[in-house]
């Protein structure tokens, strides 16, 4: 069965960082590209960030663009997302998502991890 497991959401002031991880277990991870996804309370699934399968091509929605960098480590079966200067409005839950090509919609994704929660207050 497939597992992606995500950690190191919290509670955080603007301004602050977090860096969430994705584990992944039993598929080929590092055929796959991989993405972040949020949601807001009320709101739809936002695409927030993509890599592609050796880690050597990135996208990132304009709203986080110079504040979010994703990462992977193969080796590891690991996605990462450093998150930097943090915004209210970044407060959701982040999924990570495993998909066999590149695509904006979450729809065409894979799996799914649980998702963790990132809450920006003061």
């Known amino acids: 069965q497939v597992q992606l497991v995500e950690s190191g959401g919290d509670l955080v002031q603007p301004g602050g960082s977090l860096t969430l991880s994705c584990a992944a277990s039993?598929?080929?991870?590092?055929?796959?590209?991989m993405y972040w996804v949020r949601q807001a309370p009320g709101k739809g699934r936002e695409w927030v960030s993509a890599?592609?399968?050796?880690?050597?091509?990135?996208y990132y929605t304009n709203s986080v663009e110079g504040r979010f960098t994703i990462s992977r480590d193969n080796a590891k079966k690991a996605l990462y997302l450093q998150m930097n200067d943090l915004k209210p409005e970044d407060t959701a839950q982040y999924y990570c998502?495993?998909?066999?090509?590149?695509?904006?919609?979450?729809?065409?994704?894979?799996?799914w991890g649980q998702g963790t929660q990132v809450t920006v207050s003061s």
């Open positions: 890599i592609n399968s050796d880690g050597g091509t990135t």
């Open positions: 998502a495993a998909g066999r090509w590149y695509a904006l919609d979450p729809a065409e994704y894979k799996y």
């Open positions: 039993t598929f080929s991870f590092s055929s796959y590209w």
